[in-house]
């Protein structure tokens, strides 16, 4: 018997306030599948993995559930060793000053640092250097966030997010903040992580993003599905002009697209 999705919404509604966000939203996305949701900011990204971390909640309805893994209920810490989140959010409620190894290594504990009550173990941290040689950031092991750039980082959440071995990464907005190169160097790692058989799941709205192991976009427009295919299909001039409401003019070059 086959894995069940990773995710699966069906005519699923989350307001925020006064707000309907997300609108009978329906998608299903596999698990090991590598995917982009793409769509303009105000779209209902941010709410769709909200929704998925359990910071939302969708409406009630006799003909609408979300499922991650099969699983409608979920022990919240449970959730998050078996998905991997890489948030910007989450760096912003750090209140400590952390190492690069801290950072990966509290992925072990759903926390943003070690704290007394944690115990690492000796297996926690031969994983944790293990992840920081992976990423090719065993340099940043004992460089406190505060001197690192906006990418190194950004590697260091993805490290804390691969400390269970998840059965897929979320990234949401990866490459928000950070320069030409930051965006290279977080891309081919991604690429890296996407060939060695981790599913990834990319929200954003840069098409430059969408590396070329994603074989799957979704255009989200309004807190609706506004298209679903394969990349070909769904990154054209006609589509992206549609979904950000303006002409547009599009150019593939080595397996990327760049919109204008």
């Known amino acids: 018997m086959g894995q069940p999705p990773l995710l699966e919404f069906r005519n699923v509604d989350v ?3 006064a707000n309907r966000v997300l609108k009978g939203l329906s998608l299903r996305i596999e698990a090991g599948e590598h995917a982009a949701i793409l769509g303009p900011n105000g779209c209902g990204k941010s709410t769709f993995i909200k929704s998925i971390t359990r910071e939302c909640y969708p409406l009630p309805g006799p003909d609408s559930y979300l499922r991650i893994m099969g699983r409608d209920r979920w022990n919240i810490f449970e959730l998050r060793g078996l998905l991997g989140i890489v948030s910007n959010d989450l ?3 750090s209140t400590r000053d952390l190492t690069g190894r801290e950072v990966v290594l509290s ?3 759903s926390s ?3 704290w007394p009550n944690h115990e690492v173990t000796v297996r926690m941290r031969e994983k944790a250097d293990q992840l920081l040689e992976h990423l ?3 340099h940043l092991a004992d460089r406190y966030l505060t001197e690192m750039s906006s990418g190194e980082q950004r590697r260091m959440m993805i490290g804390r997010a691969l400390v269970h071995e998840p059965r897929a990464l979320l990234l949401d907005e990866p490459s928000t903040s950070l320069d030409l190169f930051a965006q290279h160097e977080l891309r081919e790692i991604l690429r890296k992580l996407a060939q060695a058989g981790i599913g ?3 929200v954003t709205h840069h098409l430059s993003d969408v590396i070329p192991e994603i074989d799957r976009v979704i255009l989200m427009k309004e807190g609706r599905v506004f298209g679903d295919g ?4 769904m990154l054209r001039e006609d589509r992206l002009g549609a979904l950000f409401g303006l002409p547009v003019t599009l150019e ?4 990327y697209f760049h919109l204008w």
Do not use: D, S, V
């Open 107 to 109: 992925g072990f504990f």
């Open 15 to 17: 307001m925020r306030g």
């Open 112 to 114: 943003i640092g070690i």
């Open 230 to 233: 394969p990349k070909p299909a």
């Open 91 to 93: 760096l912003n409620t």
């Open 200 to 202: 990834l799941l990319l």
């Open 252 to 255: 593939q070059r080595e397996g």
């Open 136 to 138: 090719e950031a065993q």
